[in-house]
């Protein structure tokens, strides 16, 4: 068509040749931090999420397994974990906005919130967290693939991706008000 780059939300497996990619996604539980230091439930290990509501985003066709709690349970050595209850919701920002508002842990999807880290909205009680297998990429058409304003364009892309990845390396206050910095582990594995 008429589209020059496009940035596509993709399985590394399915970037087309050429394209660039921009920035992953990184996994990990996250919550209002009235829920966390409201002096309820503890929730200083993944074990502990079994005495709190988890937020799910309803995937009845199983096309979004990445954000599946049961995933990051099972690499978190909870693959049985039965949580205090559970609340689904048909879009990511419903789940989003319901862990803001308290009623429950979300897994957070890093860059989608790392404002809401750098703000207090959430944290992050658990410094483990793992990439998915997905990635946004810049696209180029066929026909733009020469032009000189379409790789600067691109190139810009990659810079401000860049950039806001070094702003989401440092998360929002942890529980008790330290800062708490850290880095992801390698695609499809866990990390500190």
């Known amino acids: 068509g008429d589209v020059d780059v496009a ?17 992953g996604e990184r996994m990990l539980p996250v919550a209002s931090p009235k829920l966390v230091l409201g002096g309820g439930m503890a929730l200083a290990k993944p074990a502990d999420l079994a005495g709190h509501v988890l937020l799910h985003l309803d995937d009845p066709d199983g096309r979004t397994p990445w954000l599946e709690w049961s995933v990051w349970l099972a690499g978190n050595g909870q693959p049985g974990l039965k949580p205090a209850g559970s609340l689904r919701f048909k879009l990511y920002d419903q789940v989003i906005q319901a862990a803001v508002g308290g009623q429950g842990v979300a897994l957070g ?47 810009w892309l990659r ?34």
């Open 109 to 155: 999807r890093i860059p989608m919130i790392a404002e809401y880290l750098r703000d207090g909205r959430l944290v992050a009680p658990f410094p483990k967290r793992y990439e998915s297998a997905r990635g946004y990429y810049a696209v180029v058409a066929p026909h733009a693939a020469e032009r000189r304003d379409v790789g600067e364009f691109v190139a």
């Open 159 to 192: 810079d401000e991706a860049v950039a806001e990845a070094a702003r989401s390396e440092v998360a929002a206050p942890a529980p008790g008000g330290r800062r708490r910095v850290g880095r992801a582990g390698g695609a499809g594995g866990a990390g500190a």
């Open 7 to 23: 940035v596509r939300y993709l399985s590394d497996a399915r970037a087309p040749e050429g394209s660039v990619r921009l920035f």
